[in-house]
């Protein structure tokens, strides 16, 4: 009766890179990225595009009485990769934000030479247009217990569990959720951290309950007045990266740190 993780050994089932612009992307600018999105998305391997075309709108003008037909235009662009209808990737570009997630998460050398493929020039695009203003890393880590639901003590699978949860949740009488969050220095700027424990029973029909454990963990550098090339954005993320594996392997058991593969003083 153990906890395990639910994807494989690293646990990691999502992953998502936000770019935040400081301003909205003009049309224009935003065009050119999108462009290079939707000329490569085929050859990067996705399957699916979303991307907003031209409409003819109706304009009213109530004191005149007129009606006017005018054409609306919107450069946003999303594509994604789906297999049996799962979603593997989303790449998404809209006016003020930049991302992109995975659920096929292997290793971070992986998902970062990824991002580079895909998004690195329409990127650089944008950044001739106006300037990042965040940089936002998630990770959405996933357990489950192997035994019934209501014996799923979690002090064999976390080293310090929030100490206002009660002891007969801990325990795992009951389910419960802790949010802790803090801002820290990286690189002389702000770097927003946020742990999120959330324990749920998944429930089949005819079956007892699975409990099961979500841990997620932000890392948010905010850029202020500093303005970064697309070469230091993805030296930033490099640092989130960092940051969000110690923290969340700190609130792991070591032995759980260890059959996760994680070497601390890596990141450190």
């Not at 005819?206 to 030296?235: C, K, N």
Request: proline letters at 3%.
């Amino acid at each position: 009766m153990v906890w395990k993780p639910r994807n494989d050994a690293h646990a990691i089932e999502r992953v998502r890179v936000q770019f935040h612009f400081r301003d909205v992307i003009p049309k224009k600018g935003l065009r050119r990225s999108a462009d290079v999105v939707e000329r490569n998305f085929s050859s990067w391997g996705f399957n699916g595009l979303e991307s907003a075309t031209n409409t003819n709108q109706i304009k009213i003008d109530a004191q005149l009485g007129t009606l006017t037909t005018e054409k609306s235009v919107s450069s946003g662009v999303t594509v994604k990769r789906m297999d049996n209808g799962v979603l593997l990737e989303e790449l998404a570009l809209v006016e003020n934000v930049f991302g992109y997630l995975s659920t096929t998460y292997s290793a971070w050398k992986n998902f970062r030479d990824r991002l580079k493929e895909i998004a690195e020039e329409p990127l650089d695009l944008a950044l001739q247009s106006t300037d990042l203003s965040i940089i936002r890393l998630d990770y959405w880590d996933g357990f489950e217990f192997s035994g019934v639901a209501s014996e799923a003590n979690v002090t064999s699978i976390l080293r310090n569990p929030d100490a206002s949860i009660p002891s007969h949740s801990i325990e795992g009488k009951s389910l419960w959720h802790s949010n802790v969050g803090w801002i820290e220095q990286v690189s002389g700027l702000d770097l927003l951290i946020n742990r999120n424990i959330n324990t749920f029973d998944k429930v089949l029909e005819g079956e007892p309950p699975v409990r099961q454990m979500g841990i997620y963990t932000l890392a948010e550098i905010r850029l202020g007045d500093s303005v970064v090339s697309t070469g230091q954005a993805f030296s930033l993320l490099e640092d989130a990266h960092k940051r969000s594996i110690l923290v969340f392997a700190d609130c792991l058991t070591p032995a759980v740190v260890a059959s996760l593969g994680i070497d601390q003083d890596k990141y450190k």
